[in-house]
């Protein structure tokens, strides 16, 4: 059974950092892509940052690059987002998903984890 569950959410202050993590069980995490989105109210799904398979390579959204970070551990299977200097316009649920290299499609889902940016 595929699972990918995502934990580290939470209510932080703006200018506060946190980190995301998601377990990945199931598939060959290695083989796939993994990247994070994030969906706001009333708001389309925005991908966030991915980073690749086998190189490491990494690619980020405009409105989150050099503050966040993507990493990925092949061993445990696990993909991380640590995020600093965090806004309010960052408030949103975070999901994690697996991509397929062929079809550069989202294969796999995690539940999603609420960050909440808030003073």
């Known amino acids: 059974q595929v699972q990918l569950v995502e934990s580290g959410g939470g209510l932080v202050q703006p200018g506060g950092s946190l980190r995301l993590s998601c377990a990945a069980s199931?598939?060959?995490?290695?083989?796939?892509?993994m990247s994070w989105y994030r969906q706001a109210p009333g708001k389309e799904r925005e991908l966030v940052a991915t980073?690749?398979?086998?190189?490491?390579?990494?690619i980020y959204a405009d409105s989150v690059k050099g503050r966040f970070t993507i990493s990925r551990d092949n061993i445990k299977n696990a993909v991380f987002l640590q995020m600093n200097s965090l806004k309010p316009e960052d408030t949103a649920v975070y999901y994690c998903?697996?991509?397929?290299?062929?079809?550069?499609?989202?294969?796999?889902w995690g539940q999603g984890t609420q960050v909440t940016v808030s003073s």
């Open positions: 998903a697996a991509r397929r290299v062929r079809t550069q499609i989202a294969a796999y």
């Open positions: 199931g598939f060959t995490f290695s083989s796939y892509a």
């Open positions: 980073i690749t398979s086998a190189s490491g390579t990494t």
